[in-house]
């Protein structure tokens, strides 16, 4: 899975800035920091909410958002630009939706990690 993935990423590495539009003034940076801030989260909740819910996967989360400095860096940088979001997504253009699948992507191998330990 892994090889198929990096296939399709550097395909998209390689079209993607071809799709771009001239007149696309936004970019997507605060879009993609969601994206990554949201799949760091989803991670982070299955990883320790596999056995079921209980009161130490809180613990743990706050322990991890707030002592683990990577991880709290990517869910502040998600919370910090959300309100630029709308008009990011407003005009996004073909090249940038390819980046967002290609931030996405990088994050299937992960989840698949993350469930076949349980």
Excluded: H, W
Excluded at 2 to 14: A, D, E, F, T
């Amino acid at each position: 899975m892994n090889k198929v993935i990096q296939m399709i990423l550097g395909v998209i590495s390689m079209i993607a800035p071809q799709l771009k539009k001239e007149d696309s003034t936004e970019g997507i940076k605060e879009t993609k920091e969601m994206l990554i801030g949201v799949n760091e989260v989803s991670l982070s909740l299955c990883e320790k909410l596999k056995d079921g819910i209980q009161f130490q996967d809180g613990v743990e989360f706050y322990n991890e958002l707030t002592k683990d400095e990577e991880f709290k860096a990517k869910v502040i940088a998600a919370y910090d630009g959300r309100q630029k979001i709308p008009a990011e997504v407003k005009d996004v253009d073909t090249g940038e939706g390819l980046e967002l699948v290609a931030v996405q992507l990088e994050y299937m191998p992960k989840y698949v990690e993350t469930f076949k330990k349980g």
